[in-house]
């Protein structure tokens, strides 16, 4: 899943599609690379970010899913109506970053729409989750999160097939928390579902590589963590640079196989 924000402030990419045709191009460039979607925001989840109001939302990401007609897109929001506006205009699935916990409608909508959705795991909200995270037991809370989330939206009506879960990298974890998260990934693989891990530039991947103060990591150090929850069940990368996970998670399923073709 190649990344591509409609934003002025997302942490390692804001500001960086200047025009909604900057943006489609960025995105057919990820697909071509070998992504299989590509996931449009147009709000910022960083650490400390400010929500945009709704149609601010949708100004920022209807023109760039008009230009990416045809093209297997997902929607990374948390609201009902952008979701709605996102699917009329052929996104294929939801990302929602707060696991229907912003609005709950929103299952509705993908359900009615017949498309898949991403449920992950988030403690707080953007503005404050930073400030002092406190888990018992950081995966298990996940996990726990995760399963009640995903009953609800089955309930709501959306096929458990079309679910995919994400236990929330750097939403309101420290960066052990964070580690800890992707070394024991099996008990939310347990779940049943796709699991979904975006670790890409990630501040916590720079922390490993060069110490306290470093905010986006490189992309070295975000194919190390891909590979790294690859080899505990991850099955699907939210990433920005595409060719070079593409081309890491290839050999690391190949390893896994045992054979070169798939
Ligand atoms: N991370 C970000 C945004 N959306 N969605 C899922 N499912 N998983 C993630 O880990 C995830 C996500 C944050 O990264 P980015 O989009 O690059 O930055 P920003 O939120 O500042 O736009």
Redesign the pocket.
Do not use: Q, W, Y
């Given at each position: 899943?190649g990344?591509v924000?409609v934003?002025p402030?997302?942490?390692?990419?804001?500001g960086l599609h200047g025009t909604p045709a900057d943006a489609a191009a960025a995105a057919r460039r990820m697909l071509a690379d070998g992504a299989a979607l590509v996931?449009v925001?147009g709000?910022?989840?960083?650490p400390g970010?400010q929500p945009v109001t709704e149609v601010e939302e949708l100004r920022r990401i209807v023109p760039v899913l008009e230009l990416l007609a045809g093209a297997p897109v997902s929607i990374?929001t948390s609201r009902a109506e952008v979701a709605r506006r996102a699917l009329a205009l052929g996104a294929i699935m939801v990302?929602?970053?707060t696991g229907l916990a912003r609005e709950p409608d929103l299952a509705g909508v993908v359900a009615d729409a017949g498309a898949d959705l991403?449920l992950?795991h988030m403690q707080g909200e953007?503005r404050t989750m930073q400030l002092a995270p406190r888990y018992e037991d950081v995966v298990s809370e996940v996990a726990s999160f995760l399963e009640a989330r995903l009953a609800l939206a089955v309930a709501a009506g959306v096929p458990e097939e079309r679910i995919c879960l994400?236990?929330?990298?750097?939403?309101g974890k420290t960066p052990g928390q964070n580690l800890e998260l992707v070394r024991r990934l099996d008990r939310i693989v347990a779940i049943g579902r796709p699991v979904?891990?975006?670790?890409?530039?990630?501040s916590t991947l720079a922390r490993v590589v060069e110490g306290r103060d470093a905010r986006v990591a490189t992309d070295a150090a975000s194919v190390g963590g891909a590979v790294a929850a690859f080899d505990r069940g991850a099955t699907l990368f939210?990433v920005?640079d595409v060719r070079s996970h593409v081309e890491a998670l290839a050999v690391a399923a190949a390893v896994e196989r045992g054979t070169v073709a798939p």
């Open positions: 899943m990344v924000n934003t402030d997302s942490f390692s990419d804001g996931d925001g709000e910022s989840t960083r970010a990374d990302n929602d970053v991403c992950m953007p994400d236990p929330g990298i750097g939403f979904l891990v975006g670790l890409s530039r990630k939210r920005h």
